[in-house]
T-cell receptor, first 113, second 109 residues
Framework: KAGVTQTPRYLIKTRGQQVTLSCSPI?????VSWYQQTPGQGLQFLFE???????NKGNFPGRFSGRQFSNSRSEMNVSTLELGDSALYLC????????????FGQGTRLTVV | EDQVTQSPEALRLQEGESSSLNCSYT??????LFWYRQDPGKGPEFLFT???AGEEKEKERLKATLTKKESFLHITAPKPEDSATYLC??????????FGAGTTVTVRA
């Protein structure tokens, strides 16, 4: 059974640019969550999607957005990148979002210069 | 808001030297407590779910326990391959996980 796939694995962007990250959940999983991980703040919740609907959003500015497609694949977008957006962005999938375990992808390492 | 605190921040162990990691939590209603292992540059790997005080789960050299206010991850006779950051998290009723900052364990041969 394939795991959670995130693309790309690494990304370098310039301040002011925008970026789109992709996440393909485990087959059959309909809930996809996104987290930002930095050394100072740890893992912070960005948002969660289920059946193309955003059910919760964390305390991040509106520059951070996401969506989910009918095949459960999800994308997140960050516009007007800032240096502080440099982080490991992690995607997690679970069958319903209420399941005990969330399975994480390898993450996308975003560096903003 | 749910809060999760882990201690210590870092732990350096000699191979075979058993120790414990702590995860204390403050939640409005516990819906489970999860332990993850994270290797550098990788996503967290699920280890255990605990639901009620007194519950214990084991996997190889790891054993997780739960009380009403905290959870412990015991590492028995660790090996260098147990070196990683161990994270605990609690789920909310609105589909998010609140994570602790993690404990980075280094096991020297």
């Amino acid at each position: 059974k394939a795991g959670v796939t995130q693309t790309p694995r690494y990304l370098i962007k310039t301040r002011g640019q925008q970026v789109t990250l992709s996440c393909s959940p485990i087959s059959g999983h309909r809930s996809v969550s996104w987290y930002q991980q930095t050394p100072g703040q740890g893992l912070q919740f960005l948002f969660e999607y289920f059946s193309e609907t955003q059910r919760n959003k964390g305390n991040f500015p509106g520059r951070f957005s996401g969506r989910q497609f009918s095949n459960s694949r999800s994308e997140m977008n960050v516009s007007t990148l800032e240096l502080g957006d440099s982080a490991l962005y992690l995607c997690a999938s679970s069958p319903t979002g209420l399941s005990p375990e969330a399975f994480f992808g390898q993450g996308t390492r975003l560096t903003v210069v | 808001e749910d809060q999760v605190t882990q201690s210590p921040e870092a732990l350096r162990l000699q191979e075979g030297e058993s120790s414990s990691l702590n995860c204390s939590y403050t939640v409005s209603g516990l819906r489970g407590l999860f332990w993850y292992r994270q290797d550098p540059g990788k996503g967290p790997e699920f280890l255990f779910t605990l639901y009620s005080a007194g519950e214990e789960k084991e996997k190889e050299r790891l054993k997780a326990t739960l009380t009403k206010k905290e959870s412990f991850l015991h590492i028995t006779a660790p090996k260098p391959e147990d070196s990683a950051t161990y994270l605990c998290a609690v789920p909310s009723n609105d589909y998010k996980l609140s994570f602790g900052a993690g404990t980075t364990v280094t096991v020297r041969a």
